[in-house]
């Protein structure tokens, strides 16, 4: 596609339940980055993914928040057990090369509401 | 963690220039001075960015002091459709690593 799509575009789910957030970089873009936005806040830094590297995942703020990349493209950001604090926009982005600057490309986002 | 700090809001009339302050008084030599913008409901789109040379693209002018300790975004003639929160980064240029958002600035475009 022409851009970063993310899936679903709206998502609402029970406390305690597992969701499932998928993003479809740009193609051949091997930086990929997860955000979340909270109303009315900035964006708060998840995690980051480059080519084969391992991730960074110095931003998931706690072991419910897990996720990976498949085939170096598509990546799911999975939260389990979820809580209302949860609720937020979440935002992937998806960048070019590694050698060279690396503008980032967002999605629309996933707004994920927690009841 | 975000290396810059701006201004909260700024408010600016319609067909002015809007100038958008940043200071990153902790840049390091290899570090870039990024601007992206997010405009209400969408993701953030990139603007501009710089190392030490002012630049200028179809969007904006960037200003980046001598010390490279702050930086401006010039939108020269702003528009109703520049009304969004405006977030200034510094970051290396390429590489494995992060993207790191603060704050930003709420610029209000007033008719």
């Not at chain 1, 964006?43 to 480059?50: D, G, K, R």
């Not at chain 1, 598509?74 to 604090?85: A, D, K, P, Y």
């Not at chain 2, 600016?12 to 601007?35: F, K």
């Not at chain 2, 630049?55 to 702003?78: C, Q, Y």
């Amino acid at each position: 596609g022409a851009g970063v799509s993310q899936s679903p575009s709206n998502k609402v789910t029970e406390k305690g339940k597992d969701v499932e957030l998928r993003c479809d970089p740009i193609s051949g873009h091997t930086a990929l980055y997860w955000y979340r936005q909270s109303l009315g806040q900035g964006l708060e830094f998840l995690i980051y993914f480059q080519g084969n590297s391992a991730p960074d995942k110095s931003g998931l703020p706690s072991d419910r928040f897990s996720a990976e990349r498949t085939g170096g493209s598509v990546s799911t950001l999975t939260i389990q057990r979820t809580q209302q604090e949860d609720s937020a926009v979440y935002l992937c982005a998806s960048g070019a090369g590694f050698y060279t600057f690396t503008e980032a490309f967002f999605g629309q986002g996933t707004r994920l509401t927690v009841v | 963690d975000a290396k810059t700090t701006q201004p909260p809001s700024m408010d600016c009339a319609e067909g002015r220039a809007a100038n958008l302050p940043c200071n990153h008084s902790t840049i390091s030599g290899n570090e870039y001075v990024y601007w992206y913008r997010q405009i209400h409901s969408q993701g953030p789109q990139y603007i501009i960015h710089g190392l030490k040379n002012n630049e200028t693209n179809e969007m904006a002018s960037l200003i980046i002091t001598e010390d490279r300790k702050s930086s401006t975004l010039i939108l020269p003639h702003a528009t109703l459709r520049d009304t969004a929160v405006y977030y200034c980064i510094v970051r290396v240029a390429a590489g494995a690593n992060n993207l790191f958002f603060g704050t930003g600035t709420r610029l209000t475009v007033i008719p």
